[in-house]
């Protein structure tokens, strides 16, 4: 009987500590850095199809998803927009979102970054 207790102390202990091992090595892991290159949209084009950088004021990311204050609706070029891979586009008065897929936040800050 004392056998299998033993085997059962030994087995715990074995799951806990690669358990702990498991968590820490998932902590540690640091996401993949993104380049240009990797952003499968044409910045330029994108900028463009808001108007160009001046008629952008600012942009925010959330999820999927960039949400883009302009300042002339009129210069917002919709059709460009779905050209360039947005699977959704909802338009307000001085606010275009854009649903751009896992790079959004990427880009939403390449954006914020030439204003």
Known sequence: MSDYFIYILIAVVLIVLVWFIFA???KNKK??????????IDLEALINAFGGIDNIRET??????IRVFVENDDLVKVNVLKELGASGIIQSTGK???ILGKFSSEISGIINDKK
């Not at 996401?31 to 499968?40: G, H, Q, R, S, Y």
């Not at 925010?60 to 998803?65: D, I, L, Y």
Request: overall charge positive; hydrophobic content about 30%; proline content about 9%.
């Open 31 to 40: 996401p993949k850095e993104v380049t240009l290159k990797d952003i499968p």
């Open 60 to 65: 925010e990311a959330q999820g999927s998803k």
């Open 96 to 98: 275009v979102t854009v």
């Open 24 to 26: 820490k090595g998932l």
